[in-house]
């Protein structure tokens, strides 16, 4: 099983499940802040129209492209027209926990994802920024190499 679409939002970086803290009385009181709550709220939104009936079980895989709005010091006419590359903050994995905060439902519990890609690119120009999703069920054995290495062998520690 294979669910595959597009998310018409720009991702934005979440730390720590989405959390702030502030101290109050001496004591912390935690909270989420409103524009996270807002970008999750947009997820879930674009992606309950894709939601299976019932979770994936099982082993999943993940590839998430994050089409990124292109900033102005890209925008001249001797930049490429096509995506970029953002090599640059916002780090892959803060984009990755909201998003995969919000996709809640598609499987049972997000410890069964053990494969992702993840790419981060500007827009091309005159393109909007997306969230573009793959989620996958893997139903192939894990191989007897994995990595070059035989099952049960970690790498060679150095004397």
Known sequence: ???????????????????????KSGRPVFFKDKRTTRYLEAIRLFANQYRPAAAITGPMGIEVLFVMARPQRLQRRKDPEGRMWMDVRPDWDNL???TQDALEGFWADDGQIVRATVEKVYAAKGESPSINLSIFQISEPLPSTHWGLPAGHGSPVPA
């Open 1 to 23: 099983m294979r669910v595959t679409f597009q998310i018409p939002v720009e991702a934005i970086p979440v730390q720590t499940g989405g959390k702030r803290m502030f101290i």
């Open 96 to 98: 990755c926990k909201g």
